[in-house]
């Protein structure tokens, strides 16, 4: 086989999951001087952007900024984009295997971790991760239910998606009203009648994973009040040794804040939330419905870790917080690739910078990778996956330079056009996303919104004229 990555014979590259993982990759690939690469972008859902649209909240605009570069990258000759496809059920590795010398994935993380305790799975317990999607109108979770008639809510876990889900549940509806949330969901905020929002971290206050912005947000909230308790927020001596470490100084701002919430008089606005700390769920108690009525909670000291870091000791001391609602935020997990490697305890795809790598045979598999959530499991912020990502093109292109990529029957672009719409007729190209795009928008700016989104799938093909 002659190398290809000239003019008249591509790198044909496989992408499979639109989020900003694959579009860095994309970036990347096709900004390449001295090899041609022709990358398509299966996507599952019509729309692109992953959690750009379906995990950043809706009250962050700024960050979905960066759909505007992704925009750029679709709109370049080497790429095209897939929507509607499902790689597994449209569209198989093997098929794909068939017509690209490389494929990656850039499927994220898809479902939530568990927190393994008693009454997790009682009604009104919900992942954090399910609430996020909701309330961001993705297709598959538009139709979930949240009681929001509940007054008091416990969200566990104090990481940036726990402080999402807490600040939209004490936002007001006039702050909610002026951002992209979905419309079902804006209706149920404004019918909500919880009053308290707990935070419930595990560990102390340097140990929280929020950011200092992240935390900050909480103490401009127009509809609610927010306060930490003081007790919990003595820094031990394994907490005052993180401070001389090198992200010390980041974390005494945050301790600041925290401290300062301690301080602060209630103002009388309708809602309060509270961050606590040192503190996990050991149950969730049921009323006679079997929904949650309470939620017990262990109060915890830091000990060492065995392999460096503190962990949550606890202490035997108990306590009851009468919570109607919980939201589990105790993080993403990966779910498996059929036809890859996957390991179970990490929730990722094994892998060597990018190439994924069998760990029972020791061999890489060829023509496979990874980037993004799926590959480093789910942390860091959305631009944490451009570095990710160019990693995983650098073994890419390492790899096409060893001449170690797969040998497709079919490269020619027409061949996977032609499996992609004879597999799914329905496919949306990007053009007809872009249509979806200036509808969403306009409808949008007719409420002073930056845009109303469609959350069902028929209703997108239905405004293409493809239903
Ligand atoms: P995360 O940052 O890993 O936070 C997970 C939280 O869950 C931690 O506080 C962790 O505590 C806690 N936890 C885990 N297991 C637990 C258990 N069994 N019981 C109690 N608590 C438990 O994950 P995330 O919040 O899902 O966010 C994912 C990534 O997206 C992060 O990198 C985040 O920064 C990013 N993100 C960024 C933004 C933003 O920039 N605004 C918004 C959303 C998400 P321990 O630390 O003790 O394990």
Same mark, same amino acid.
């Given at each position: 086989?002659?190398?290809?990555?000239?003019?008249?014979?591509?790198?044909?590259?496989?992408?499979?999951?639109?989020?900003?993982?694959?579009?860095?990759?994309?970036?990347?690939?096709?900004?390449?001087?001295?090899?041609?690469?022709?990358?398509?972008?299966?996507? #599952?859902?019509?729309?692109?952007?992953?959690?750009?649209?379906?995990?950043?909240?809706?009250?962050?605009?700024?960050?979905?900024?960066?759909?505007?570069?992704?925009?750029?990258?679709?709109?370049?000759?080497?790429?095209?984009?897939?929507?509607?496809?499902?790689?597994?059920?449209?569209?198989?590795?093997?098929?794909?295997?068939?017509?690209?010398?490389?494929?990656?994935?850039?499927?994220?993380?898809?479902?939530?971790?568990?927190? %393994?305790?008693?009454?997790?799975?009682?009604?009104?317990?919900?992942?954090?991760?399910?609430?996020?999607?909701?309330?961001?109108?993705?297709?598959?979770?538009?139709?979930?239910?949240?009681?929001?008639?509940?007054?008091?809510?416990?969200?566990?876990?104090?990481?940036?998606?726990?402080?999402?889900?807490?600040?939209?549940?004490?936002?007001? /509806?006039?702050?909610?009203?002026?951002?992209?949330?979905?419309?079902?969901?804006?209706?149920?905020?404004?019918?909500?009648?919880?009053?308290?929002?707990?935070?419930?971290?595990?560990? %102390?206050?340097?140990?929280?994973?929020?950011?200092?912005?992240?935390?900050? !947000?909480?103490?401009?909230?127009?509809?609610?009040?927010?306060?930490?308790?003081?007790?919990?927020?003595?820094?031990?001596?394994?907490?005052?040794?993180?401070?001389?470490? *090198?992200?010390?100084?980041?974390?005494?701002?945050?301790?600041?804040?925290?401290?300062?919430?301690?301080?602060?008089?209630?103002?009388?606005?309708?809602?309060?939330?509270?961050?606590?700390?040192?503190?996990?769920?050991?149950?969730?108690?049921?009323?006679?419905?079997?929904?949650?009525?309470?939620?017990?909670?262990?109060?915890?000291?830091?000990?060492? $870790?065995?392999?460096?870091?503190?962990?949550?000791?606890?202490?035997?001391?108990?306590?009851?917080?009468?919570?109607?609602?919980?939201?589990?935020?105790?993080?993403?997990?990966?779910?498996?690739?059929?036809?890859?490697?996957?390991? !179970?305890?990490?929730?990722?795809?094994?892998?060597?910078?990018? #190439?994924?790598?069998?760990?029972?045979?020791?061999?890489?598999?060829?023509?496979?990778?990874?980037?993004?959530?799926?590959?480093?499991?789910?942390?860091?912020?959305?631009?944490?996956?451009?570095?990710? $990502?160019?990693?995983? $093109?650098?073994?890419?292109?390492?790899?096409?330079?060893?001449?170690?990529?797969?040998?497709?029957? *079919?490269?020619?672009?027409?061949?996977?056009?032609?499996?992609?719409?004879?597999?799914?007729?329905? /496919?949306?190209?990007?053009?007809?996303?872009?249509?979806?795009?200036?509808?969403?928008?306009?409808?949008?700016?007719?409420?002073? #919104?930056?845009?109303?989104?469609?959350?069902?799938?028929?209703?997108?093909?239905?405004?293409? %004229?493809?239903?």
């Amino acid at each position: 086989m002659t190398r290809p990555g000239t003019p008249s014979d591509p790198l044909r590259v496989a992408i499979v999951g639109a989020g900003p993982a694959g579009f860095f990759l994309a970036e990347r690939l096709l900004g390449q001087s001295d090899v041609t690469v022709e990358a398509d972008l299966y996507e #599952r859902l019509p729309t692109p952007y992953g959690l750009v649209r379906f995990g950043v909240a809706p009250d962050h605009e700024k960050i979905k900024n960066v759909t505007r570069s992704f925009d750029k990258v679709a709109a370049r000759p080497g790429l095209r984009f897939f929507g509607n496809v499902d790689v597994g059920r449209h569209v198989t590795l093997d098929d794909l295997k068939h017509h690209y010398h490389q494929v990656c994935f850039c499927t994220g993380a898809q479902t939530d971790r568990r927190m %393994g305790i008693p009454g997790e799975d009682l009604a009104r317990s919900h992942p954090a991760t399910e609430f996020v999607a909701w309330y961001n109108g993705h297709p598959d979770y538009r139709d979930l239910h949240f009681d929001l008639s509940v007054e008091r809510v416990a969200v566990v876990g104090v990481g940036n998606v726990a402080v999402d889900v807490a600040r939209i549940l004490s936002r007001s /509806v006039e702050e909610m009203a002026t951002t992209d949330v979905a419309d079902y969901a804006l209706e149920a905020l404004r019918a909500s009648r919880v009053k308290e929002v707990y935070l419930l971290g595990r560990r %102390g206050p340097a140990q929280a994973a929020f950011t200092t912005p992240e935390a900050k !947000e909480l103490g401009e909230l127009e509809g609610a009040d927010v306060r930490t308790v003081e007790s919990e927020l003595a820094l031990d001596p394994l907490s005052l040794a993180v401070l001389d470490a *090198e992200d010390g100084p980041a974390i005494r701002r945050k301790i600041k804040v925290l401290q300062e919430y301690a301080h602060r008089p209630r103002t009388g606005k309708p809602r309060l939330l509270t961050l606590r700390f040192l503190v996990s769920p050991t149950e969730l108690v049921a009323d006679e419905h079997g929904g949650v009525r309470a939620m017990r909670l262990v109060r915890n000291r830091l000990a060492a $870790a065995k392999g460096g870091g503190t962990r949550a000791e606890p202490t035997g001391e108990f306590e009851e917080l009468p919570v109607g609602l919980v939201f589990r935020s105790v993080g993403y997990r990966g779910v498996a690739i059929p036809g890859l490697p996957f390991d !179970e305890k990490a929730g990722t795809v094994p892998h060597e910078r990018g #190439r994924v790598r069998d760990p029972v045979a020791g061999q890489p598999v060829t023509g496979a990778y990874v980037a993004g959530w799926i590959k480093r499991g789910p942390s860091g912020v959305v631009g944490t996956n451009k570095p990710d $990502a160019a990693e995983t $093109a650098e073994t890419m292109l390492a790899d096409l330079a060893a001449g170690a990529v797969l040998e497709p029957a *079919e490269p020619a672009v027409a061949a996977a056009e032609a499996l992609v719409r004879r597999a799914q007729p329905a /496919v949306i190209p990007f053009g007809d996303w872009r249509k979806l795009d200036r509808l969403e928008t306009e409808r949008g700016k007719a409420l002073g #919104r930056p845009r109303l989104k469609f959350t069902k799938v028929e209703e997108m093909l239905a405004q293409l %004229g493809r239903s």
